[in-house]
Nanobody, 115 residues
Framework: QVQLVESGGGLVQPGGSLRLSCAVS????????MGWYRQAPGKQRELVAT???????NYAESVKGRFTISRDNAKCTVYLQMNNLRPEDTAVYHC?????????WGQGTQVTVSS
């Protein structure tokens, strides 16, 4: 059974930083593109960033220069370093593992940016 378990969310002031982690188990990580998505109240889920097994990355325009996605293939874990956080970054952040034949989601972790 494939499981994705996120951690690292919380409450932070504008301009602050958080680091999210997502540990994947029950599958072969190298087969998947790993990513982070987020969903704010009343809005659709949107892409934040993705990273391939080889380390190629893709970011939403709204987070470029502030967020960094990375993965540790040996630990089958993906990270999202979020700097210079803004109130509009407030959302539930979901980890995703995607391949042509299947996609899996974590349960989500809340990130709240507020003073």
């Amino acid at each position: 059974q494939v499981q994705l378990v996120e951690s690292g969310g919380g409450l932070v002031q504008p301009g602050g930083s958080l680091r999210l982690s997502c540990a994947v188990s029950g599958t072969v990580c190298r087969l998947y593109i790993m990513g982070w998505y987020r969903q704010a109240p009343g809005k659709q889920r949107e892409l934040v960033a993705t990273v391939t097994y080889g380390g190629s990355t893709n970011y939403a325009e709204s987070v470029k220069g502030r967020f960094t996605i990375s993965r540790d293939n040996a630990k089958c874990t993906v990270y999202l370093q979020m700097n210079n956080l803004r109130p509009e970054d407030t959302a539930v952040y979901h980890c995703n593992a995607d391949r042509a034949l299947a996609t899996y989601w974590g349960q989500g972790t809340q990130v709240t940016v507020s003073s």
